[in-house]
């Protein structure tokens, strides 16, 4: 082999080596959280004056400082906004509590004027005739829950059964469809879409409506 041939392929072998070292350099192998290795960051210091590191890290420790300054705060403000959020809910809370009062106070004023109707009746003589008092204060009485925005439960005869409104209490022979109401028992109520007490009835069991003697006494 001539020198010549030598020298090229030392010269290719470098090249090669410099290749690869570009290669390393371009292409670090960082770590999976994004921030260089201690390693890069000393060799990037290593030929740093110090006293320019001395501020570099004068200068992250003030950042670091202020971060701290900034996440107290904000926990800060977290606790007042929470705190504040409590107190509002307290309040609200204390607010329903007065306006429920409110209007119980209300209702118990008009039953009382019921009730004080009522026992004016009574006290009547036993010989009169109370009927007309009496009928006058049932008015009152519903006239007091229609403006509480009760509302009666009566089905009528036919209907068919829900049993959140009614309350089936028996069978009973009847010429309604069978498993339809036959008859109301005892009316229900309901106030604001909420049931107050659901309506008593009897459920037709359908035998009465098949017997021929009953068409033929028609």
């Known amino acids: 082999m001539s020198d010549e041939d030598g020298d090229a392929v030392e010269t290719t072998a470098a090249a090669d080596d410099s290749s690869a070292v570009s290669r390393d350099v371009e292409e670090p192998n960082e770590p999976s959280g994004g921030d260089p290795p201690i390693e890069e960051i000393a060799a990037r210091i290593e030929g740093e004056p110090s006293a320019s590191v001395a501020e570099e890290i004068a ?3 003030e950042e670091v ?3 701290r300054t900034d996440r107290d705060d904000l926990e800060a403000r977290l606790k007042r906004k929470q705190a504040e959020f409590q107190n509002y809910k307290k309040r ?5 509590e007065r306006e429920k009062a409110r209007a119980t106070e209300a209702l118990v004023e008009d039953l009382l004027e019921v009730r004080d109707n009522l026992s004016r009746a009574l006290e ?3 010989s009169a005739d109370i009927r007309d008092g009496v009928e006058a204060t049932f008015r009152g009485l519903d006239e007091v829950l229609d403006g ?3 509302e009666p439960i009566e089905p009528e005869p ?3 059964t829900d049993p959140n409104r009614h309350e089936v209490l028996l069978r009973v022979e009847s010429r309604e469809p069978e498993g339809t109401i036959a008859d109301l028992h005892r009316p229900g109520y309901e106030m604001a879409g909420k049931v107050l007490r659901t309506a008593q009835v009897t459920v037709s069991d359908g035998s009465a ?3 021929p ?3 033929s006494d028609e």
């Open 59 to 61: 200068t992250l420790r």
């Open 65 to 67: 400082a202020t971060l």
């Open 92 to 96: 609200q809370e204390k607010r329903r």
């Open 124 to 126: 009547q003589d036993e």
């Open 148 to 150: 509480e925005g009760v």
């Open 158 to 160: 036919g209907t068919e």
């Open 209 to 211: 409506g098949d017997n």
């Open 213 to 215: 003697q009953d068409e």
